[in-house]
């Protein structure tokens, strides 16, 4: 059992940025795909960015260049740094774990419990 806890979000001006955290108890190692995912309203959830599972750091195109994904082990905790903030990346984020390979679908096991990013001016 991997229990998330998200920290960071809030609300921002166009062009700004935002970084959010998820600490994992335990890390779950290597071979787990660690991802971001977001839901803005009236949407579906979908997959923003992830890494691990044996492969690389991967991104949406609508984020590429702008978020970056990353790991600290010795701190337990996934980051999605964002910039260049857009009020299309409004929504709610979640981090996310599976064991095995990353995939841009949501049938992750593990979740955090979600935190809000708002990108108004």
């Known amino acids: 059992q991997v229990q998330l806890v998200q920290s960071g979000g809030g609300s921002v001006q166009p062009g700004g940025s935002l970084r959010l955290s998820c600490t994992a108890s335990?890390?779950?190692?290597?071979?787990?795909?660690m991802a971001w995912f977001r839901q803005a309203p009236g949407k579906e959830r979908e997959g923003v960015a992830h890494?691990?599972?044996?492969?690389?750091?991967r991104y949406i195109n609508t984020v590429q260049g702008r978020f970056t994904i990353s790991t600290d082990t010795s701190a337990n905790t996934l980051y999605l740094q964002m910039d260049s903030l857009k009020p299309e990346d409004t929504g709610i984020y979640y981090c996310?774990?599976?064991?095995?390979?990353?995939?841009?679908?949501?049938?992750?096991?593990?979740w955090g419990q979600g935190t809000q990013v708002n990108v108004s001016s």
């Open positions: 890494i691990g599972g044996g492969a690389e750091a």
């Open positions: 335990p890390w779950p190692g290597s071979s787990y795909c």
């Open positions: 996310a774990a599976r064991p095995g390979y990353c995939y841009w679908g949501t049938q992750y096991v593990y």
